[in-house]
């Protein structure tokens, strides 16, 4: 397995160096069809098969071969992003669903894993019914619209990744219960919500991941939003281009979609592939340079973004080597998130103190062309609030915090302050300095 080298090879851009393969995908069903996993002692494979029957798991032959270092699995930072690990539930959780299971009673383990399902806080942030948009009093199902220059799009076909990722927030999109899913089966529900929204600039198409579907329905979905005057940036989320490079490259329809990028940046909006990375391995193979560097021909621009992980990436200088290889590669680093409140967040989440530490360790590292990520940032219901700094203010020991974005614009850039709690991992556990009562944002109607 090669670390990432700062000195980035030129690739001759002949297709012919990579060769096609076809995606072959496997879930909780095929755990005993992945050879790797054999050289692991048995008992870690039926604690995977326990947690995941939980949380989803999904892994193709990619990222088994490419990514993951199976020499130092299961410790391995890469095999932890999409193998499920005991701790990741709860130990009497654990032990409920290992109980059920092994029972062999269907309807017991049904209920179990429903229970414990609705205890790991599935839709964190309210995002079922807090940011649901309206036409005429009617919810339009697979939007959501919180912050009011941007509209997300979750197209139906697009709710499912090349592999799933362990800590993943939108993890309850997986599960196949479709009172928890976000999905949109209509492109004119969202081009008739963006005509009566003209202060929409932004439209993010997300899921799972839409680059998961074929050109054809993809293009199906974004070529009404380029006849839309007041939509200037048209954003995809993906993972593809860590899980799933031939997307772009070798894939039947990889040409295809280039050129629908093409055509989307010759239309004069701008394209943003907002890329989730999470350890600098993944920058490494060469089909994973030769994806991004054919997004980048077509004028699209990747910004990166992603979670500080426990077991995955909490160094200062795994996110300096992160940062300085996007860099190399064109890549704009975005935001450094704290992971969610949500799902296995207990194996994942780092103190706020700590998650500070790390970002200013390794912005220090990097030139002042790396230090574009903002963070760590907790996406919470009230809005994205970025921990600025650890200070005394008149003899109290204060987080210093703003509002990267907020659900009143207003609060936006303004600094507030939280009694320092080196224990605290999300804003929920975090109280006013000062001996205030509230946040200046929680006597705000509009929270
Ligand atoms: C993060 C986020 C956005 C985009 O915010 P930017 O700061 O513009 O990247 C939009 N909507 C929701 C719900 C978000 O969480």
Not at 135 to 143: C, D, K, P, T
Not at 274 to 300: D, F, K, S
């Amino acid at each position: 397995m090669s670390e990432i080298h700062t000195a980035i090879p030129f690739s001759s851009r002949r297709t012919s160096r990579f060769e096609a393969r076809t995606y072959r995908a496997f879930t909780a069903k095929h755990l005993d069809e992945i050879p790797e996993l054999e050289r692991l002692p048995p008992a870690l494979r039926e604690e995977m098969r326990v947690v995941s029957s939980v949380l989803p798991f999904r892994v193709n032959r990619y990222v088994i071969e490419e990514l993951v270092d199976w020499r130092r699995a299961p410790d391995d930072p890469l095999f932890r992003l999409v193998f499920p690990q005991r701790e990741m539930l709860a130990p009497e959780h654990f032990d409920e669903v290992a109980a059920a299971l092994e029972s062999e009673s269907s309807e017991r383990i049904a209920a179990t894993v429903a229970k414990v399902r609705s205890e790991l806080n599935p839709h964190p942030a309210g995002q079922l019914q807090s940011n649901v948009p309206r036409i005429g009093g009617r919810r339009v199902e697979g939007l959501q619209h919180k912050y009011p220059e941007t509209v997300l799009f979750f197209p139906s076909q697009g709710q499912v990744c090349h592999s799933y990722c362990t800590f993943c927030f939108r993890w309850a999109q997986f599960i196949g219960d479709p009172d928890l899913r976000i999905a949109s089966r209509e492109t004119a529900a969202l081009t008739e919500y963006l005509a009566a929204h003209p202060e929409v600039t932004d439209v993010l198409v997300t899921g799972g991941d839409p680059l998961v579907m074929r050109t054809k329905a993809l293009r199906a979905h974004l070529e009404p939003l380029l006849a839309i005057e007041s939509i200037r940036t048209i954003r995809i989320g993906t993972k593809s281009l860590t899980f799933w490079p031939h997307r772009f490259v070798t894939d039947p329809d990889a040409e295809d979609l280039l050129a629908l990028f093409r055509a989307i940046v010759a239309s004069g909006k701008h394209l943003a592939v907002m890329a989730h990375y999470n350890h600098p391995r993944e920058l490494a193979p060469a089909i994973a340079r030769e994806a991004i560097a054919r997004v980048r021909a077509t004028g699209a621009q990747i910004r990166a973004q992603g979670p500080l992980l426990a077991h995955i990436n909490d160094s200062e200088e795994t996110w300096a080597r992160l940062w300085q290889a996007q860099v190399e590669l064109g890549i704009v680093p975005y935001y450094m998130f704290v992971e969610r409140d949500t799902g296995a967040r207990r194996y994942f989440e780092v103190p706020l103190v700590d998650a500070y530490r790390i970002y200013r360790g390794a912005m220090k590292r990097v030139s002042g062309l790396a230090r574009t990520a903002r963070g760590p940032s907790m996406s919470c219901h009230p809005g994205k609030i970025e921990i600025q700094g650890v200070t005394e203010v008149g003899g109290e020991k204060v987080f210093v915090l703003r509002f990267i974005q907020g659900r009143n614009p207003d609060w936006v850039q303004r600094p507030f302050f939280a009694r320092f709690d080196a224990q605290a991992t999300w804003l929920d556990q975090l109280r006013p300095a000062f001996g205030e009562p509230r946040f200046f944002f929680e006597r705000d109607p509009l929270n």
